[in-house]
């Protein structure tokens, strides 16, 4: 069951390696064990996308594809999964982490004027950038494990129970 919904879901085989900014990776990309989907390939491509989502950087993808070939798990899951953080998502997200990195801490809240500009920019990162980036690791890294275990724990579930229907022929 979560093989047919995740194989529904991923993009083609084709449109990633042919996208612009994976092409960077050549060959790698045709590697088998990339586009295999497995308990182990699709728990793995889970923990490598919800770690990256978690990454304050552009071209998140391009950092869980390189993740996803590093670890050999699902890179089409792993990049689709990165997908979780867009411009609807990121302010929540990321004043989750900021608020989380806070309390980690032991740091007293900044609420700054917000400004565009690079100058503002310098700035706030002196005050707000390490409990920001503290509240995104750990986030990055609890949410990798929880997702790794539950899709694991998911398809194993699954399994027994396709079996134990075969078992009594329905």
Excluded at 42 to 64: E, K, N, R
Excluded at 70 to 92: D, E, G, K
Excluded at 118 to 141: D, I, K, N
Aim: hydrophobic share 50%.
């Amino acid at each position: 069951m979560p093989r047919k919904i995740l194989k529904r879901l991923m993009p083609e085989h084709g449109s990633i390696r042919d996208h612009k900014y994976l092409r960077m990776f050549g060959s790698r990309l045709h590697d088998s064990n990339l586009w295999h989907l497995n308990r182990h390939s699709a728990a793995g491509a889970f923990a490598v996308g919800l770690f990256c989502a978690w990454l304050p950087i552009p071209f998140q993808m391009v950092v869980a594809a390189a993740g996803a070939m590093l670890f050999r798990v699902n890179l089409p899951l792993s990049a689709v999964l990165v997908w979780f953080t867009n411009p609807l998502t990121m302010p929540p997200m990321f004043y989750f982490a900021y608020r989380l990195g806070s309390f980690l801490l032991n740091r007293p809240h900044h609420y700054e004027h917000f400004e565009v500009s690079l100058s503002w920019l310098a700035g706030a990162m002196s005050t707000v950038g390490p409990p920001f980036l503290l509240g995104s690791l750990v986030l990055g890294l609890v949410s990798s494990a929880i997702g790794y275990m539950f899709i694991h724990g998911l398809w194993r579930w699954s399994v027994s129970r396709q079996w134990k229907r075969r078992r009594q022929g329905r």
